[in-house]
């Protein structure tokens, strides 16, 4: 049975993340390194965005923006994304970029194969998989148990859930310098409905219609409020380049628990999808940078995971979205109504002071977040 230092079982963005981290540190290359996944993730899967003011993956981004759009039935707002750059990045270029400096490192390796279990026995531990068995030091697992949050009641499940097109328009009737951001002019059936555009020419974008909500829709649904919305852009012929689709679990279940001394929980097994928003790339950088520094100071996963402020804040949200749904349009249009867009990027990023806090928190409809915390209290 071979031996490894450290086994991911699955090799999505957190584990790779997580690995590349590594590489970079310099710091393991006297570590034998095995990553399992059934996915040779060899082609453009979906498509991540997140603002940023550090260049990260600036050689791999697809596109760049300094403003962005944020509408709804009552007012249209271009934001000032500045000091931040708002970035898509494709996951075939991710991919490919990790893979490459994977291939350097003689130290690593990859098998093709499905994870069945995985247990800590005793100072090691085993990963079985479909047609053979690993022992290792410490396991950084990402295979999401969704039954963990759907088996219990006191952290609610708000589900992002979206279809994407990426359209190439005979009408250049796009703005190649702006992406829409939210747009809330789209029928809200109930439910936190918005359009999301990300234009790449005059001609070309990426528009997701995506819900935050408990449930997921057919897909036809999807596709046909992004034909309505092609329309509504005057746009008469078109051709449908790519198509993706996604959900993404938001809720502030404490993943970490789950965590022993030598099994971590990572990605969205681990809770590494930002609980409020559901942005996951560069939330998934940020704790693949702590878990790397963690991991050259201390050896018990159970210490790894340190609870914030910002958690609470996160729960209140869901809370909301989760017994309210109708309320999401309102809560974000408050937030950027003011234009107030990096003041609030910091504060998704979990940067802000208290005072800081306190200037984004005023903006929303306080009401609901005073229920909600009374309720929480309760």
């Known amino acids: ?178 992406p829409t951001f939210m747009d809330f002019s789209v029928e809200q059936k109930g439910n936190t409905r918005f359009m999301y555009v990300l234009p790449t020419s005059p001609k070309e974008a990426l528009l997701e219609y995506t819900l935050f909500s408990k449930d997921v829709l057919p897909k036809n649904e999807y596709e046909t409020e992004i034909e309505n919305y092609i329309q509504q852009l005057g746009i008469t012929e078109f051709e449908i380049v790519e198509k993706e689709q996604g959900n993404i679990p938001m809720t502030c279940f404490p993943f970490w628990k789950n965590n022993s001394k030598n099994i971590i929980n990572i990605g969205s097994a681990g809770g590494w999808s930002k609980a409020s928003t559901g942005y996951t790339f560069k939330n998934s950088v940020k704790k693949a940078k702590k878990l790397v520094a963690f991991l050259k100071t201390g050896n018990d996963f159970t210490n790894f995971h340190k609870i914030n402020k910002f958690w609470l804040y996160d729960l209140l949200l869901i809370d909301i979205l989760y017994l309210t749904n109708q309320h999401g349009s309102a809560i974000f249009s408050s ?32 009401g609901l977040f005073i229920k909600a915390l009374l309720k929480r209290i309760l």
């Open 335 to 366: 937030m950027f109504k003011t234009g107030k867009a990096a003041l609030i990027f910091k504060f998704l990023d979990e940067e802000t002071s208290f005072w800081e806090d306190l200037q984004v928190i005023w903006m929303c409809p306080k």
């Open 1 to 178: 049975m071979n031996h490894y230092h450290y086994i991911f079982t699955g090799n999505g963005l957190s584990a790779l993340l997580t690995l590349f981290e590594m590489i970079q540190s310099g710091q393991f290359s006297d570590k034998k390194i095995l990553l399992i996944d059934a996915d040779t993730k060899n082609k453009n899967d979906r498509t991540w965005c997140f603002w940023d003011s550090e260049n990260w993956f600036d050689e791999i981004s697809t596109k760049k923006w300094n403003l962005a759009w944020f509408k709804n039935n009552h007012f249209t707002n271009q934001l000032n994304l500045k000091p931040y750059e708002y970035k898509m990045l494709r996951s075939a270029d991710f991919y490919k970029l990790i893979f490459d400096e994977i291939a350097k490192h003689q130290n690593i390796e990859i098998i093709q194969d499905t994870v069945t279990d995985f247990s800590e026995l005793g100072n090691h531990c085993v990963v079985k998989t479909k047609s053979k068995s690993f022992t290792c030091t410490q396991i950084f697992n990402s295979i999401y148990n969704p039954e963990l949050v759907k088996s219990q009641t006191k952290f609610p499940l708000v589900q992002q859930h979206f279809v994407g097109w990426f359209i190439k328009s005979k009408q250049a009737v796009f703005t190649e310098n702006c």
